[in-house]
């Protein structure tokens, strides 16, 4: 038996099977809990455009650092949809 084949019958041997396992401290999650929610390691698929911004929001994003500030403006506008930002009214 290899070292390998030993670990994992030690791990088997010592598993706790899901009954036993206590999560009485984990609320219970909803589908709104879901609704907005992204993952860890989520990366939505991005597209290059052009666009036309003025150039006080262009200063305002570029403000804390002018290498992220694209990313500041896709978080901005994410915000905004996951607040409900009422897009039509602007």
């Known amino acids: 038996m290899t070292e390998l084949e030993k670990f994992i019958a030690k791990c088997e041997e010592n598993a706790v099977s899901d009954e036993q396992i206590d999560t009485s401290d984990i609320p219970e999650l909803t589908e709104s809990d879901f609704a907005r ?13 052009t666009i036309r911004i ?8 570029q403000s ?4 992220d500030y694209q990313s500041r403006l ?16 602007l």
């Not at 003025?54 to 994003?61: K, P, Q, S």
């Not at 896709?74 to 009422?86: E, Q, T, Y």
């Open 64 to 67: 804390v650092g002018k290498k």
């Open 37 to 49: 929610g992204h993952f860890k390691y989520w990366k939505p698929a991005k597209k290059s455009i």
């Open 74 to 89: 896709n978080s901005a506008l994410r915000w905004a949809r996951m607040n409900d930002c009422p897009v039509d009214q």
């Open 54 to 61: 003025d150039v006080d929001n262009l200063a305002w994003l």
